[in-house]
């Protein structure tokens, strides 16, 4: 199942091909794997990208003092320069405390100007409420429900270098909130790690939110892989794909890929898959 399509007049197809391992099961018992391979036809040459809603989320927490800080807000910057009227945009910062540094709205030119100048007095302090962090920023493009209908991909980014240390902390919980989010807002979210981070939270809950998972080795990378997810998003063929699965009673299942999924019923699942581009194949195991 797809959510959204490119707006070109003609939707790529995706092909969903099955290759089990072996094609019979004894009745005594035993288990199989089963390759789910999903294939997205190239996308028709369109000069038009999507329009996108996009929440930037950034730990400002003590240990980002110094590079990290200033690293991660031009790489704000550098996300925010190439959008533009058409897109929906916000920035939020955390420690302990929350706050927006703009609100979600228009990528104008003021719009850039306000988050430029905001963004010079934000400095690292205090510990990490990661989660309400998060949550704050889907918060603000997800009050953009009209426009998220019509096909508008939203994502969230969250920057973070280090760990849950306040507010929700534990990582089940934060995934299965990230996947909530995804399935019922159509806002996927990537994390981007840096340092001494919690990988057992920002994994997870990539995974759970249809998005990816980054790990930075130095704070220079910040910026080229924020704009190179970016650059991504504007490559989506099909937006919001989910493999389900009806199985008959008495045969369980489970994802060796990483993929989060849920129960539908006694014997039916739901895996989420993400956002993909043209050309793309994935596996699900």
Not at 221 to 242: K, M, N, P, Q, W
Not at 251 to 258: H, M
Request: net charge negative; aromatic share 4%.
């Amino acid at each position: 199942q797809q959510g959204q399509a490119a707006e070109d007049g003609r939707a790529p197809r995706a092909r969903l091909t099955l290759r089990p391992e072996r094609r019979l099961i004894r009745p005594s018992g035993s288990f199989r794997h089963i390759d789910f391979q999903i294939d997205v036809e190239h996308s028709p040459r369109n000069d038009r990208r999507p329009p996108v809603s996009i929440a930037i989320v950034i730990d400002r927490s003590g240990s980002m003092s110094g590079d990290k800080i200033q690293t991660a807000k031009q790489a704000a910057l550098a996300v925010i320069d190439r959008l533009d009227e058409r897109d929906t945009a916000t920035v939020v910062v955390f420690d302990d405390q929350v706050d927006v540094v703009h609100p979600a709205g228009p990528v104008t030119t003021e719009f850039k100007s306000r988050v430029r100048a905001e963004l010079q007095r934000i400095d690292a302090r205090a510990s990490t409420d990661l989660h309400r962090g998060w949550l704050t920023g889907c918060q603000e493009i997800a009050s953009d429900q009209p426009q998220l209908r019509s096909g508008r991909l939203a994502r969230c980014f969250l920057l973070t270098d280090g760990q849950a240390n306040q507010g929700v902390t534990d990582p089940e919980q934060i995934a299965t909130d990230a996947a909530g989010v995804w399935q019922n807002a159509g806002i996927t979210t990537s994390t981007f790690g840096i340092g001494d981070y919690d990988e057992s939270v920002l994994g997870p809950m990539a995974v759970a939110g249809g998005g990816q998972f980054h790990h930075l080795r130095t704070s220079r990378e910040i910026a080229t892989t924020f704009v190179g997810e970016l650059a991504g998003l504007f490559d989506v063929a099909v937006s919001r794909v989910t493999l389900e699965i009806e199985a008959d009673a008495g045969i369980e299942r489970e994802i060796v890929s990483q993929y989060h999924s849920r129960a539908l019923g006694a014997s039916r699942w739901s895996i989420g898959i993400g956002d993909l581009i043209g050309g793309e194949q994935r596996h699900v195991v």
